[in-house]
Structures are given as C-alpha cells and as structure tokens.
C-alpha cells in the first residue's frame, strides 16, 4: 500500500475528527456564552434589587474583594463607607454576588427581629466542616434543634462550669509566670485557644483534654485556624465558589484535609462517652456526675415525639459548638486582655473590684460573677471595639422592608456588620474612646435595643452567649487578680474580617505579677 492510498483512507476519519472537534468547541463557546449571558442576567438582577441603595463603587468582575487586602486596613473602610452611605449599602463580591451590609440598630432590628436564615453562600462554605448545626440549619430542623438544646444553657446547667473554667484560666496563667518574670513580650491568641478549649471540653464534654500542658502544636486548634483562613478565602475568591474548581485546587486539599483533623477529633469525643454511656446501662451503674454538660443534653434530648437527635446530628451540633465555643471566646478574650493594657486606668479599677469581690480566693464561683458590674461594663466596651465574630449574614425568604420605607425582595443577601454598628458614630458618642461607663444601666436605657449586639439578638442569638460571658468574666477576673497587663508600643494588632476577629500580626502585651506592681506604687 503506497503512501497516497493511506492518505486516501485516513481522510475520510480526519475529517471526520475535525468535524467532531468543530462540533465540540462550538459547544463549548455556547456553554461559555450561556454562563457569560447568566451572570450578565443575575449581576443586572442584583443590581436592579439594591438600586435604592448607594454604595462604593466597585469592579464590574470582583466588585469589592479588591479593597479588602487583608492588611489591617480593611475595617477602616467599613467604617468610611458606613460615614458616606448611612444606615445601608450594597458589597460585590465577585460579579453577581452581592449583599446589602447594614450597620444601624435601626435596619439591624428589622432583620434580627425575624427567624430568616442564615445566607447559602458564606455559611454554605462552613457546612463540609461543622455541618447543619444551630448555626447554619433553617426553618423546622433549626427550630427543632433550637428547642432541644436550649436546656443545655439553663443557668442551673451552667452553674457548676465557672469552677471548670477557673481551673484552666489557672494552668493557663501557671504557663505565663516565665513571661512575667522577664517581662518579655508574648502572643495571647494561641495560649487563650487553649484554655478555651480546654474549658470547653471538661463543661461540654466532662474531658480532661490536658491540652495546655501537653507539648508540641494542638492538632485540632491548627485544623480550626486553617478551616477559617480557608473558608474566608474561597469566599473572596470568586472561582472558588464552584465546588468542583475549588475540590481540585490546592486550598481544596488542605480543607478536606483539616476537616478530616476536626471530624476525628469531634467523633473520638462522642465515641469515648458513647462507651462509658454504654458501660453504665450494662453494669446497672448510677450517673454519679456533679453536673450535666452538654453532650449528656444531646444524647438525651427528645421531642414531643420523643424522637432524638441522629447520629449526624450530634455530630454537627458538636462541631458546631467546638468551634463556636472556643475559638470565638478566645478572640473575646485575646481583645479583652488587650484593651485593658492599653488602658491601664481602667484596667487598675477592674482589679481592685476583683479583688474586693474574690476576699483572698484564688478561685472564682458563681455568685462572684456578679460582684463585678465595673470589670463587666470593661468587658462589654470591648465587645464593642473587638466583636469576636464581626459580622453575619442572612438570605430572606420574603420580602423585607425597612423603617425608611425602602424594601429588598425575597432572595437578597443581607449582611449585619456588627463591627460598623458599634462604631457607628451616629449612635455611638467618640466611638474610638474606651469608655466603660456607656454600660452603666441609664445609659444603656437612652441607647437603641440592637446598637451593641456582639451575639447577634432576636430569635436566633448566640444560644450560648451566657456561658461565654460567663467564661469572659472568670478569664479577665483571674487574669488581672495575678498579672498587670502592659500594652507593648512595638506589636499594635492588626484586625483583619474573618468568621472569628483575629490580627494579623498576633495580639501581643508584656506582663508582670500584681505584687510587682503594688509594690512599685507603695515606694
């Protein structure tokens, strides 16, 4: 067979393939087009529901994610935009995904006034990692979820979990002695992630993890650190909206990775008291435990129907309550601290309440928590200035209208900036002064219901903000009974917006021993 008798033969399949190849670029180009014709669709959507409301102007393809550069800067345009655009205005991010940010008690109390739930792009994100617990479940299954676990936060419940927390406040200041004596500088965020997690698993779970003591990085807080770099990411990251693009990148991979980290580490802790549960009914053996937590609510908790919680359930509820009560309380907590050394006035006048109230106890009970109204009035002006979670959002089901008449349609997307409310210069007088005393009951009678709202409010607020102020309030009182906190001029923390308010740089202070410094006052 000659050469041109080959030719002749393979033509035929060559145009053949050629045609095939034609067929499928072109429709490739369609999809393209289809997509490109969609987003052109929604984006004119999007901006037709929010024409009432102004805003900064934005990239027509990644619309504002270009201005938050994650450098400490990023709230300062928050707060410069909420100035130009009162009450509300409208964030891209990406080109058809856009929220209406409000950042006035006023537009703030419509919204947190309903059940709406929370947004399906953001908390979307969350859901591979803690589930459909309280946080990101809607409608009859977080009503459902909302009424079981309730009881878990009754104050009779709680009542027994201060002395915990005291306990690990106290291996946690036992590790700062070494800071104190050399006065040099230290991280707080990294030691406070600790203790939270170490008090949140002997009140949640009855476990002695031993975390603070044991050498070496936490596995699980690494994991928790990751999972919320990563999930601030993707959302920044228009393509990486698309589950399969970011299922096959890098940052894909290392979120699968550190949520296999906290899934393990959740499933060991419901494995270990599913045994000693099973033991007990075995041997007849009577629960001879001082306190109630948490996972005996979950495992106990019945309907009308006297159904329980599935499997999966407890294991969201858990991841859920794992990362929300500690690595929120930590931020709280890290912010706190650093407030009251940058302002040692206050700081002094705290301590000398606590030590009044405490009469010699190195430990801290639960009929002291109200012995401190002045160190509790500290507490929440730091809320204020450092909202550990510093914003959320909601998607409406219905259409919502506003106290100034304007409406949003069912669908939008609303974002609360807890974080521009409380900085909010027409609610707040100097809201760049630590002032402690616009806490004082009559000012807070004059002050507008949902201007301070560091746990959300309405029928979906923090349903453990009780045990957070609880462990807030043990923390910063036993802290400042032993240590005199000094804000170090060469580490100023740059706040940067994830789910949980963190620096940049870390949250640095030096300490020394509060008989040091009473000494120091009396020569």
């Known amino acids: 067979m000659d050469f041109y008798e080959i030719l002749r033969r393979i033509k035929p ?29 929604k984006r004119r959507k999007g901006k037709r529901i929010l024409e009432h409301f102004p805003g900064p102007p934005g990239h027509w393809l990644f619309g504002h994610v270009k201005e938050f550069r994650q450098d400490g800067k990023d709230f300062d345009k928050i707060i410069r935009w909420g100035e130009q655009y009162p009450l509300a205005f409208p964030m891209w991010f990406g080109p058809i995904v856009s929220f209406l940010n409000i950042h006035h008690p ?46 878990g936060f009754h104050y009779d419940v709680l009542k027994p979990y201060v002395t915990l927390i005291a306990d690990s406040t106290k291996v946690m200041l036992d590790k700062w002695e070494v800071y104190a004596n050399s006065e040099e500088t230290f991280e707080l965020f990294q030691h406070v992630s600790l203790m939270t997690l170490d008090s949140l698993m002997k009140c949640a779970f009855s476990c002695n993890s031993n975390c603070q003591t044991e050498s070496g990085t936490n596995p699980y807080i690494q994991a928790v650190y990751e999972l919320c770099h990563l999930v601030n990411l993707r959302f920044r990251v228009f393509p990486y909206h698309i589950n399969a693009i970011f299922h096959l990148s890098p940052h894909g991979y290392r979120f699968r990775k550190a949520c296999n980290i906290a899934h393990r580490h959740t499933e060991e802790v419901i494995r270990k008291r599913k045994e000693v549960l099973k033991i007990e009914r075995e041997k007849c053996i009577e629960k001879n435990k001082r306190y109630l937590d948490f996972l005996d609510i979950l495992l106990s908790a019945r309907d009308e129907n006297q159904q329980g919680l599935s499997d999966e359930d407890i294991r969201a509820e858990v991841d859920t309550f794992m990362f929300e009560g500690h690595d929120t309380t930590a931020s709280g907590i890290s ?94 007088e100097n809201p760049h002064v630590f002032d402690p005393l616009r806490f004082l009951p009559e000012n807070t009678a004059k002050r507008l219901p949902h201007a301070f709202v560091p746990f959300s409010a309405g029928p979906r607020n923090c349903i453990g903000q009780n045990f957070a102020m609880n462990e807030l309030k043990v923390a910063v ?32 202070i030096k300490i020394r021993p509060v008989e040091t410094d009473l000494d120091n006052l009396h020569t």
């Open 13 to 41: 399949l060559y145009l053949e393939t050629l045609r095939i190849h034609h067929a499928l670029a072109v429709a490739f180009l369609l999809y393209i087009l289809f997509i490109v014709v969609q987003l052109i669709i």
């Open 106 to 151: 006023l537009y703030v109390k419509t919204i947190l006034s309903s059940t709406e739930p929370k947004d399906d792009v953001t908390y979307a994100f969350l859901v591979p990692w803690i589930g459909e617990g309280l946080l990101v479940s809607a409608e009859q299954k977080w009503f459902r979820h909302r009424r079981l676990l309730t009881p």
């Open 477 to 508: 009182a036993l802290t400042l009974k032993r240590f005199h906190l000094i804000k170090d001029p060469n580490h100023t923390p740059k706040m940067i917006p994830q789910i949980v308010l963190k620096a940049l740089n870390g949250i640095h």
């Open 335 to 428: 912010w706190i601290l650093y407030s009251l050394a940058c302002n040692p006035k206050h700081q002094q006048k705290c301590r000398e309440e606590i030590l009044q109230a405490l009469e010699g106890k190195d430990t801290m009970e639960w009929e002291d928590l109200s012995k401190i109204p002045y160190t509790t009035m500290c507490i929440k002006e730091s809320l204020r200035f450092y909202p550990p979670v510093p914003g959320m959002s909601r998607k409406l089901t219905k259409p919502m209208t506003f106290f100034d008449g304007r409406t949003v349609p069912a669908g939008c997307l609303v974002g609360v900036s807890i974080y521009g409310i409380h900085m909010n210069a027409t609610v707040w």
